[in-house]
């Protein structure tokens, strides 16, 4: 399932993980780290909304 | 400033800010800047952006010169941050609009900003369309172009984009449109205005631009909200976007530093030297004299970073700091880059900034340079070879 930031419209991808912050492709959105944020925007993991 | 019809009915009504140097707080402008509103009068009355707060007398005087304020109907916000926004508590209170446009995260921000929940909002998404009578307006949103609310406006029948921050220039002048003055000058305040401005937002603005491709707007006119408006050099700042926001660097090396007893500042030259035997353009800053905003358009374009301090207090001068605390943050992509430093007896300034630099994805070529108090001329033939190597480092990545 992807992610959208709802703050930025950057769209969180599974298969592509988000290696610059050291989350792994292949990571679902559930298992990424409660400090992660938006690479675009820098919005905290909680403005995230599922695509759709 | 007087209105400027710039299309059938449709005029510039800002305000030029000859005295501002201080943009924002965080870069200088050093020629001013303007702030940009349009009015559009058809069967609506349709006032696109604001100016701040301050600056709500000049516009009035504008608009009053062309219609009764009270006549505007529509209020279009597309940037919520107050050089655009500020005038809205007052211009509310005398045009009395029926409607304020604006994108579903701008009217949060309004909120935020003037805590007036009672303002007749009309939230737009991409790709909604109102019409003023003979003309539409379609919107856009640009979500983080550079604010989550911003937004574009596109005006069909007039080929007409209002642009809101992207695309601007930080310069005051008489003349509103590109083709009126110096080319060399508009487009360096164009380089600048996106390396402090957009810089950030390039993967978004490589988007964009592909948006509006496909949207398949036929633009003759981009109306900015800073500076002037672009008629005739359309092509060529499209394509200045699309380089910028690619960041693909140029043979080119940034060398910026700041120094107690110029032991650091002869490195820093020394280092430049050997760059520049290399046969790669150098920029040398000492940051007392060059402001963070000055740099950043040299780095936009460099591909390479080599920054130095002395050793102070077991760190690093707090220029340093500042510059690349800046810089981190304008998230610059693709760089290779060094640190170097004189001191004393702890040294670990020049240790600093490299770490510095690696956590902002600085891809570092040479182990941190130090030299012990004043160099000696072995010294400095080692700064030169520093310089030689991160010269060459920039020429195999950068094959012509
Ligand atoms: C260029 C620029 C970048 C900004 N970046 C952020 C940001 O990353 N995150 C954020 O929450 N706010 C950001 N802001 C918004 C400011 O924090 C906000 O406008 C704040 O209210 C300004 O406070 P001040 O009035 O003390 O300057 C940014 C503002 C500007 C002008
Ligand atoms: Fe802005
Ligand atoms: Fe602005």
Redesign the pocket.
Known sequence: MRYVCSICGYVYDPADGDPDSGVAAGTSFDDIPADWACPV??ASKDNFEPEG | MLPVEIKKDIFWVGSVDWNLRDF???SLARRGTTYNAYLVKDEKIALFDLVPANHVDELLRCLKATIDPEQIDYLIVNHV?PDHSGALPKIMDIVKPEKVFCSPIAKQALISHYHREDWPYEVVATGDNISLGKRTVTFLETKML??PDSMFSFLPEDKLLISSDAFGQNLASSERFDDQVDQSLLFDLAASYYAN?ILPFSPLVQKLLAKVGEVGWDIDMIAPDHGLIWRTHIPEILAKYGEWSTQKPQRKAVVFYDTMWKSTERMARAIADGIIAEGVSVQLFSLKTAHHSDVMPFIMEAQAVVAGSPTHNNGMLPLLADMLTYMKGLKPQGKIGAAFGSYGWSGEAAKQISEFLQSAKVEIVAEPLRVKNVPTDQDLAACQEFGSKIGREVIARVPE
């Open positions: 925007c820098g | 924002h707080g965080y941050e550079h604010w401005i």
